[in-house]
């Protein structure tokens, strides 16, 4: 690979590199929307809904047991995409904001906003700050400020390194004392809203991997075995949680793109949508609807529910979300979503299940295609199939109370 | 979680379930099934008038008589087979229905396709009516719709279904007047009807050709359809309204299938419907109306799922709408604007051209005097009907040819093929030179040009044996490659003959059958190739008739003569890509030296596949085009799946480069290279090396009767009929000269061109330029994005003897060095090891070693090298495993356990101290014994989904199984001492499974279409049913195997023994001494 090794991986090259594929989607037979995906994914739960470090270990560890689901560039290091799912461990963040010189409001709910942002233009960062901070105080909330995350960038690929967007995390409280399904509605209006202006503000760099008050997302172009390594945070004594899910891409692309490392916001999702397109348009019919009922004045806010060039598993996370949103629970909307094959089973399945499910055929089409799943709204932890059950999936239950599924 | 509880499945949903009242809700659902089943179907249309509409839609006789009427008689699609050899529909010169441009998505690599067959339990047709209400709600409102179990809606049904429709319904008249306004106009008239009608309150719109007549044209449905579709998505109004469709020139299952991707909610196919009372009148169908339109019916539904299935999809209404096609030829604005979504990469007809055609075809119908239905020719050659490049003369030109050894000959037959009008992208594009013609004597030579030549996959069973073997002799004689095809290879091949000719396929596949695939098999070849697809029917599987399963064929393939095999669509250990990775990994363990090819179809998307594939550890990459394939597949799948290799190859080419990883892989292409300008072509748009199927058949004798599905092929190529095989004229010198003819062509070119080499050509996409732009009528047919070259392509080194991509070692790298006794001088020894899941593949390479050193045949004990493990076992734990060969593990063990398992022994057990309940919990993976074909697997637990899939000839004992456990199987025995999942048995053709089932609930679970069940009765099977379950107590310790065995005279009655139909006539044992256990057949 001599020719590689005189590619310089700085800025530059990942400006060519973009023009390049930019030129060869509209020129020759290359299709962004074709690129795929697939991934090792799971869950770790402890049972009793208490945080502990241990999980946040065993997820850790459990990254590191499916790197060969997982694909390599030619570099070595620069893998498809890594991360990890975790609640907000709130005495570590209120130890942050102490050293911001801010005393936590601990009897505020806090938010903390995961926050990838243009590195090398200085110019460009600002203008996302901006966005992003008008937003939460457009909505009445208050800001502890900014926190720069701690990473190691020894353990990237070169090529994952020149993408490297600038990681932050915003803090913030409840200072307007709603309960927390309204902070956290709130929240993901304020993240469809800056989304909506950093676009319409011509800045590509800007990406929120999450924003809540009870869960956050660490991940990125890493080996999988490498996320903790990069994210020191996670190593922290006080970092605890009572769920991780975990996930590793293995992509047919060969540009390190972070923001499609998952796990996305609400789920992380191995397999493929193969009726993506006709979902995505059935939503763009079924939204005017749907978000007007829940949203409110905000309805024009989260609208269209499914952004443009959202990979199968974006979208199906977007939906997800806003049915979480609108207060169905994380199991109802897997259930509305990817449905059991309920019409012609062998043994028949209960009456009321049947009901239900002919329900959700009235009311939703499948998102169909061989998935694994697994998901939180920050009560409910889940891990599911497809109809067909294609993906592997298996779980155990540990004698210390842990779930542990791997899918 | 925040209750700090663990909910299983069953509760979440009783709880889900129980939360809101459902069963009220849809108990509003009105299902129409029942009503619409007793109507009695009438025709619309009859006598003159039938006549000119049918004219005037583009029918055919071929069409009626090879399509319309075996879909009535038979419930099911026609076959065909010996692949597409017509103008794509932007190249042809007659009328092409808007269909044609519209080919299937399918899946490869990134998810697996559905047997829509055996599996169809997970499909559904399902079609609801009616305004669908906000999703948010959770009432009853949502419920008052009406339901369908198919989108296929007769005549006489349609009428009735209108009146059960509980919102007012509006028709929309899609035909239009040319005098009076462009189609275009037309289109735009019939999105603001049906905005308008959907705003004042239409619950339902219909949409119909039905009125078009001497002055009014039918728009094409599938234009109609999508433009009011997009429309009404746009606006947001789509799911406040059905779209039910009623079009003439709809026919065949694609049809269908497009107009539901375009969104429609049904379909009425009212002409085929008349054309089939037409055909009853005159006594060419036997049975009423009714009858004949029940079984199109079920003829389209299964139609319509497997082409649902072959891209993974199971339910309509998630296929519906979505446009899950790419357009060959249909001009990128119009797609825009009509099928937004939709790929369209080379442009061409657009909605002007397209009114020029109807225009035509609509003259035909009501203005000419003599309306007189055409011939045809679409599918078969004819005179009077459409191009297709393989006809008579070219044939025989071809084969006098290789038959004399003429130049002379093979001159003119090329020079015949590129004076046909254009049947591929490719004639539309002319070779450029680089410089100066250089003398021939300095360009490389025939034989080195010849190396690149391959013979592409054709199984032995689609094949005659003589036909196989000769095609191996040829290619080897010429140092190029063949390819054994999917069915395994006699071992008698892998000794040379007396002559001197090796009859042994360089290049052996695997397939998703896996038959034959050993550890032998599998060591001699020096090239593996994994088939993801195949050109005639990508994202289908396959079918082998018992009629053609001859004691040959049975025995290569471990089976059992006169009984059907079946090639499940997916390979079920790749449902994505790092699946692919995995089982390269264990191809490149079991055979240390042999590249991996993974065969693709062309398909938009094919280049980021190939790019995943690239990264997965492959070294060859091969691009098949649509238009290939000896294979019987339904005629629709033939047409109109894949795309032609021009483009696949390119979007390979061209997305390699751009990844820098272009160098690592050769690339392949095959599908319809005739000639050595062809070859040329491909090497510019980035192939290394070209396979030759249909002309390496027509070379051997192939006629192009078009039969090989029937058994009955006349010149002995594609048969297995004894008689029929004796008129084989084939031979190695035919086919030594076809590929010589080939070299010495593409020599020629070279020379002419100014290039030295091969090498200096691969890839130069600029070396071609378009030099034809299509008929006139086109809006831009534009093949540039095939012509362009991508940034440091310049650089990149073509090797194709480069060493193969390296994979990391794993356990056996130690098992090898310390079993060095075993494996030099075979003494028996023990070893022991502590294993992780990242161990992949463990006893894979120090079984290639066993069958290397000492062969599949040898006299070691089954115990020979046993090693044992301690812990968790990663994935493919003994995969194909040799006889001596003993892997025991303490502990448990990933997804497929003794894959494709060749004679070895594996036991898997829960270590001494777990306080679990073996046989309630899981201990070995999915999919495991896939492709067996002998040994044994004793595990102490029980096993994940597809246990046991496509078994033919490993024995096992489980304590439990997944869904669709012993799927395909077809030898072996499997002994379940536990409780199985759904599906079991689906497509099972052979062996034999005992199911320990005390509440006789096994029995709800299966798929009884092809087995029968009974009490275990007979001595001979007690015996073979208790050995193995003693066995089973005596390798792992099991304490279910120990209970049963204790109480046996009791238990054995809790057994039910589970044997195919078509085994029963094989049996050397009854299954039972009463005649009535087994049913007549």
């Known amino acids: 690979m001599t020719k590689l090794d005189a590619v310089k991986y700085d800025a530059d090259w990942v400006r060519a590199e973009e023009a390049k594929r930019k030129w060869m989607a509209e020129n020759g037979l290359y299709t962004e929307d074709e690129e795929h995906s697939s991934c090792g994914v799971g869950l770790v739960v402890a049972v009793n809904g208490k945080s502990s470090r241990s999980v946040v270990e065993a997820g850790i560890n459990a990254l590191k047991a499916i790197w060969h689901r997982g694909a390599v560039d030619a570099d070595g290091k620069t893998g498809d995409g ?25 009897d505020q709910l806090m938010a903390v906003g995961q926050v990838f942002l243009p590195r090398t233009d200085f110019g460009a960062q600002e203008t996302c700050r901006t966005i992003v901070e008008s937003e939460v105080l457009r909505m009445g909330y208050y800001i502890y400020g900014w ?82 390594v990069f994210y020191p945070d996670l190593m922290d004594e006080r970092f605890e949680s009572a769920f991780a899910i975990y996930h590793q891409r293995y992509s047919t692309n060969t540009f390190p793109q972070w923001w499609l490392a998952q796990p996305f916001r609400m789920l992380a999702h191995n397999g493929e949508i193969n ?31 499914i952004a443009g060039g959202s990979s199968d598993s974006a979208a199906l996370d977007s939906v997800f979300e806003v049915l979480v949103r609108a207060g169905r629970s994380a199991p109802m909307a897997k259930t509305m979503l990817v449905p059991e094959s309920w019409s012609k089973q062998a043994v028949e399945l209960p009456q009321a299940w049947r009901d239900m499910y002919s329900y959700c055929n009235s009311v939703m089409e499948p998102w169909d ?15 599911g199939l497809d109809r067909n059950g294609l993906r592997p999936m298996r779980y155990v239950v540990t004698g210390d109370g842990l779930v542990i599924a791997r899918l | 979680m925040k209750k700090g509880k663990l909910f299983h499945d069953t509760q979440i949903k009783n709880k889900l379930a129980a939360a809101l009242p459902f069963g009220e809700w849809v108990g509003k659902i009105n299902d129409v099934e029942q009503t619409l089943s007793t109507v009695t179907e009438a025709a619309m249309f009859s006598g003159e008038e039938l006549r000119r509409r049918q004219v005037a839609a583009g029918y055919t006789i071929e069409e009626l008589e090879q399509i319309l009427s075996p879909m009535a008689e038979e419930g099911k699609e026609t076959l065909a087979s010996m692949g597409d050899d017509t103008p794509s529909a932007v190249l042809s010169k007659m009328y092409r229905p808007l269909s044609h441009f519209f080919r299937q998505n399918f899946s490869q690599v990134t998810n697996p396709p559905i047997d829509s067959l055996r599996e169809f339990r997970v499909m559904s047709l399902k079609t609801r009516f009616g305004n669908l209400k906000n999703v948010l709600e959770e009432n009853s409102s949502q419920t008052e719709i009406v339901v369908l179990e198919s989108p296929f809606v007769g005549n006489a049904q349609w009428d009735k279904l209108v009146t059960e429709f509980n919102a007012p319904l509006a028709e929309i008249d899609c035909s239009f007047d040319p005098a009076k306004g462009s189609l275009s106009q037309a289109l735009e008239r019939i999105r603001a009807e049906a905005e308008d009608a959907v705003r004042s309150g239409a619950g339902h719109l219909v949409l119909t050709d039905q009125y078009s007549d001497a002055t009014r044209v039918a728009m094409p449905m599938i234009l109609a359809t999508s433009a009011v579709h997009s429309h009404l998505t746009r606006k947001g109004l789509r799911t406040f309204s059905s779209l039910n469709v009623r079009s003439a020139e709809c026919i065949d299952p694609h049809y269908f299938a497009v107009l539901i991707g375009c969104g429609a909610t049904v379909v009425n196919a009212y002409l085929a419907e008349d054309s089939l009372a037409d055909r009853i009148d005159r006594g060419l169908l036997d049975g009423s109306l009714t009858e004949n339109v029940a079984r199109y019916r079920e003829a389209i539904d299964q139609g319509l799922l497997k082409i ?19 357009a060959v030829g249909l001009s990128r604005a119009m797609c825009a604007e009509f099928f937004p979504g939709m790929t369209s990469r080379i442009s061409g007809i657009g909605v002007s051209g397209i009114q020029v055609k109807a225009e035509e075809i609509h003259a035909k119908g009501w203005n000419a005097a003599d309306n007189i239905l055409p011939i045809g020719g679409f599918y078969k050659a004819r005179t009077s009907g459409e191009t297709h490049a393989w006809e008579a003369t070219s044939m025989h030109m071809l084969q006098m040819a290789c038959n004399t050894a003429s130049f002379e000959m093979w001159k003119r037959y090329s020079a015949k093929m590129q004076s046909n009008p254009p049947i591929h992208l490719r004639d539309l594009l002319d070779i450029k030179p680089m410089g100066k013609s250089v003398p021939i004597e300095e360009v490389e030579s025939i034989t080195s040009i010849r190396k690149r030549f391959v013979t592409p996959g054709m199984s032995l069973g689609a094949l005659s044996p003589e036909a196989h073997k000769t095609l191996n002799v040829a290619m080897n004689r010429i140092g190029a490659k063949s390819d054994s095809g999917e069915g395994g290879e006699d071992p008698a091949h892998f000794v040379p003959e007396p002559n001197g000719d090796n009859p042994s396929a360089k290049i052996k596949q695997v397939a998703s059958g896996r038959f034959g695939v050993t550890a032998e098999y599998l060591n001699q070849c020096e090239e593996l190739e994994i088939k993801v697809a195949q050109g005639a029917k990508p994202g289908e599987g396959g079918q082998l008739p018992g009629m053609k399963v001859t004691d040959l064929i049975a025995r290569l393939r471990h089976s059992t003569k006169g009984v059907t095999l079946i090639s499940p669509p997916p390979h079920h250990d790749i449902y994505s890509i790092e699946d692919l990775a995995q089982l390269i990994y264990d191809l490149k363990q079991i055979n240390p030296r042999c590249k991996v090819t993974v065969k693709l179809v062309a398909a938009s998307g094919v280049g980021t596949i190939a790019a995943g594939v690239a990264k997965a550890k492959a070294d060859v990459i091969l691009i098949s085009g649509h238009n290939g394939g000896t294979g019987a597949s339904p005629a629709t799948s033939i047409k109109y799946a894949g795309l032609p290799w021009e483009m696949g190859l390119t979007e390979a080419h061209q997305v390699l480069a751009m990844n820098n990883l272009r160098e690592r ?50 010149v002995g190529v594609c048969t297995q009929d004894e008689a029929l095989r004796g008129k084989f004229t084939g031979n190695a010198d035919k086919v030594v000269n076809l590929i010589t003819f080939y070299a010495q062509e593409v020599r020629e070119i070279l020379a002419s061109i100014g290039a030295r080499s091969m090498d200096e050509v691969i890839g ?13 009528h086109l809006d831009d047919l534009d093949l540039n994005p095939l012509l362009i070259t991508v940034d440091g392509a310049a650089e990149i080194v073509y090797n194709r003897d480069k060493e193969r991509n390296a994979v990391p070692d794993t356990l056996d790298s130690e098992i090898v060095r310390d079993a060095a006794r075993f494996l030099q001088d075979g003494e028996k020894m023990q070893l022991s090891y502590a294993v992780q899941n990242t161990h992949r593949s463990v006893g894979t390479r120090t079984s290639s070693h066993i069958v290397r050193n000492f062969g599949m045949r040898n006299a070691f004990q089954p115990d020979h090298l046993t090693v044992k493990l301690q812990g968790s076992a990663g994935q493919s734990l003994g995969a194909f495993a040799a006889p001596g060969l003993k892997l025991e593990v303490s502990g448990d063990a990933n997804d497929y356990v003794g894959k494709g398992l060749s004679g070895g022994t594996i036991v898997v057990r829960p270590p001494m101290a777990s306080p679990l309940k073996a046989s309630e919990n899981t201990i070995v993976g999915n999919t495991v014994l896939y492709g067996a074909t002998d040994g044994y697997l004793f595990a102490a637990g029980r096993a994940g989904e597809r246990f046991a899939v496509r078994n033919s000839g490993a024995s096992v004992v489980v304590e439990g199984c997944g869904a669709c456990g012993c799927e395909y199987m077809t030898g072996g025995v499997a002994v379940i001492l536990g409780s199985i999942g759904a599906d079991f048995g689906a497509g099972m053709t052979g062996g034999m499974a005992y199911l320990y089932d005390p509440e006789g609930k096994a029995q709800t679970m299966m798929n009884m279409e092809s087995l029968v069940t009974c009490p275990v009765t007979v001595e001979h099977w007690n015996t073979q049913l208790k050995t193995l379950i003693e066995r089973h107590l005596e390798e792992t310790g099991s304490r279910k195997a120990a209970e049963i065995l204790q109480n046996w005279d009791l238990e054995q009655g809790n057994f039910l023994q589970v044997c195919p139909i078509e085994m029963l006539q094989n049996l050397k044992y009854p299954l039972s001494h009463e005649k009535t256990a087994v049913p007549a057949e």
């Open chain 1, 82 to 106: 890594a991360g990890i799912h975790v609640q907000i461990p709130a005495p570590f963040f209120y130890d942050q904001i102490r050293r911001t010189g801010h005393e936590p409001r601990e």
């Open chain 2, 665 to 714: 892989v050769t690339l392949r292409t095959d599908g319809g290279l005739r000639t050595g300008r062809d070859i040329v072509m491909a090497a510019m748009l980035g192939a290394e090396e070209y396979g030759i199927g249909t002309a390496a058949l027509i070379a051997m004798g192939c006629i192009m009767v078009r039969q090989c599905q029937s058994n009955t092929c006349p």
């Open chain 1, 147 to 228: 926190r720069h995350v701690p990473v190691d960038v020894t353990c990237l690929g070169e090529k994952a390194n020149a993408t490297r967007p600038e990681i932050e995390q915003i803090l913030i409280s409840n200072s307007k004392g709603v309960d927390e399904e309204t902070f956290e509605r709130e929240l993901y209006v304020i993240r469809r809203r800056v989304e909506k202006a950093a676009a319409a503000a011509g800045i590509g760099g800007l990406y929120i991997a999450s924003l809540s008050c009870r869960s956050i997302i660490y991940k990125g172009m890493m080996l999988a075995e490498q996320v903790a």
């Open chain 2, 308 to 326: 649902m299935a072959k891209m993974g999809i199971s339910v309509i209404s998630s296929y519906r709408g979505g446009l899950n096609f790419e």
């Open chain 2, 764 to 776: 130069r996409a600029d070396l071609l330029a378009q030099v034809s732009r299509g008929s006139a």
């Open chain 1, 369 to 383: 295609g061989p998935a694994a799943l697994a998901m939180t709204d920050g009560r409910w932890v889940c891990a």
């Open chain 1, 275 to 305: 009726t993506l397109r006709g979902n995505t348009n059935w939503m763009k019919s079924h939204e005017i609807r749907m978000a007007s009922s829940t949203f409110g004045d905000y309805a024009e806010d989260i609208k269209p529910i």
